[in-house]
């Protein structure tokens, strides 16, 4: 069965940078794209970014261009976002997703990563 | 960026009700509405996509229906299971993808 599988909790002091990860099995990786979406506490969820996983290409929300990458490691099944320059905004549970393929809705969910910034 | 707007905040419903949860978009998103149910501390899952669709494996309790700005989800008999906050999701018109800011379905 489809599964992704996120990295573990993380704590930064601000200013730092993050990287977290989200290992997919199940399926063939490169048939589905990545999406990465945040959920602050108490806050809706937002989408962050998308990353197609056979080209490479990404897209990201205006509100995170420029603080996150999106990456893959086709050879891992395996896609990444950094964060950087880390802010206590910044704190918030993320998680990947996974599209259909042929419309972007969110089909199957990495379990989240909890990333605080504190000082 | 299309700006979706969910009501009420709050259903309080007892279990075997009917909840009735609304979505609106600030501009046409055709069919293209996800419906996802996310229990605490756990993430959302799929229930609804293309407005009506249920997802695989989705009780035939959860129905949605609407298009262009104003959508429903009906769920027809509440189960204790079902005691969550729901989000639905537009994906006609992106970047951005974006969520409505959710009602949690309390019991009441």
């Known amino acids: 069965q489809v599964q992704l599988v996120q990295s573990g909790t993380e704590v930064k002091k601000p200013g730092a940078s993050v990287k977290v990860s989200c290992k997919a099995s199940?399926?063939?990786?490169?048939?589905?794209?990545i999406h990465w979406v945040r959920q602050a506490p108490g806050q809706r969820l937002e989408w962050m970014g998308w990353?197609?996983?056979?080209?490479?290409?990404?897209k990201y929300s205006q509100k995170f261009q420029g603080g996150v990458t999106i990456t893959r490691d086709t050879s891992a099944s395996t896609a990444y976002i950094e964060l950087s320059s880390l802010t206590s905004e910044d704190t918030a549970v993320y998680y990947c997703?996974?599209?259909?393929?042929?419309?972007?809705?969110?089909?199957?969910w990495g379990q989240g990563t909890l990333v605080t910034v504190s000082s | 960026e299309i700006v979706m707007t969910q009501s009420p905040a709050t259903l309080s419903v007892s279990p075997g009700e009917r909840a009735t949860l609304s979505c609106r978009a600030s501009q046409s998103v055709s069919s293209n509405l996800a419906w996802y149910q996310q229990r605490p501390g756990q993430a959302p899952r799929l229930l609804i996509y293309g407005a009506s669709t249920r997802a695989t494996g989705i009780p035939a309790r959860f129905s949605g229906s609407g298009s262009g700005t104003e959508f429903t989800l009906t769920i027809s008999s509440l189960q204790s299971e079902d005691f969550a906050v729901y989000y639905c999701q537009q994906y006609n018109d992106w970047p951005p993808l974006t969520f409505g800011g959710g009602t949690k379905v309390e019991i009441k």
């Open positions: 997703a996974t599209d259909s393929g042929n419309e972007v809705y969110f089909d199957y």
């Open positions: 990353i197609n996983t056979v080209s490479g290409d990404t």
């Open positions: 199940g399926y063939s990786f490169t048939n589905c794209a």
